[in-house]
T-cell receptor
Framework: GQNIDQPTEMTATEGAIVQINCTYQ??????LFWYQQHAGEAPTFLSY????GLEEKGRFSSFLSRSKGYSYLLLKELQMKDSASYLC?????????FGKGNQVVVIP | ETGVTQTPRHLVMGMTNKKSLKCEQH?????MYWYKQSAKKPLELMFV???????ENNSVPSRFSPECPNSSHLFLHLHTLQPEDSALYLC?????????????FGSGTQLSVL
């Protein structure tokens, strides 16, 4: 099976940087997704990592270390609209499994 | 707007009722999914359809019955549900049913079973 662990909640200040961690255990690893989900809305795709290293996309960056079973999502220049749940999802043996999500609350 | 539309957005039903959830995607995708999202729990995959054929049933109780008449539409028929079935039910689609495909989600149906 797959095991995915994310912290449940964090609070950060507008304009700051926040790092959301995800650790996983799986066999047949074939990639990791990050999704953003605002309350009452659809989860939306943020990033996909399959090789080690950092992928940067505007204010959001995602990092993967396959040997450590670890990924993080980095949010820079936080805005109030970034308050949301951030879901880590891992592909193992061609099956996608989600973590519980990390609720990020941005305060003024 | 993700291109995946779910109706209704909210549903309250008694344990003896029969209701259906509807999902429609306008993306030309061939794979469609039902997920269950409960508070404090990971998204749970329920069913997968690929080219209208069910390819996965993740040990879901028979009180949940999916239907996929074509690649653009997916239904979830509900009958004699239990209070623990209260959750957000999300529909998703992707170009194909492969693990590394990006999923496009609908906004979900928030279901309350009384």
């Amino acid at each position: 099976g797959q095991n995915i662990d994310q912290p449940t909640e964090m609070t950060a200040t507008e304009g700051a940087i926040v790092q959301i961690n995800c650790t996983y255990q799986t066999s047949g690893f074939n990639g990791l997704f990050w999704y953003q989900q605002h309350a009452g809305e659809a989860p939306t795709f943020l990033s996909y990592n399959v090789l080690d290293g950092l992928e940067e996309k505007g204010r959001f960056s995602s990092f993967l270390s396959r040997s450590k079973g670890y990924s993080y999502l980095l949010l820079k220049e936080l805005q109030m609209k970034d308050s949301a749940s951030y879901l880590c999802a891992v592909i193992g043996n061609n099956r996608l499994a989600f973590g519980k999500g990390n609720q990020v609350v941005v305060i003024p | 707007e993700t291109g995946v539309t779910q109706t209704p957005r909210h549903l309250v039903m008694g344990m003896t009722n029969k209701k259906s959830l509807k999902c429609e995607q306008h993306l030309g995708h061939n794979a469609m999914y039902w997920y269950k999202q409960s508070a404090k729990k990971p998204l749970e995959l329920m069913f997968v359809y690929n080219f209208k054929e069910q390819t996965e049933n993740n040990s879901v109780p028979s009180r949940f019955s999916p239907e996929c008449p074509n690649s653009s539409h997916l239904f979830l028929h509900l009958h004699t549900l239990q209070p623990e079935d209260s959750a957000l039910y999300l529909c998703a689609s992707s170009p194909r049913d492969r693990g590394n495909e990006k999923l496009f989600f609908g906004s979900g149906t928030q279901l309350s079973v009384l």
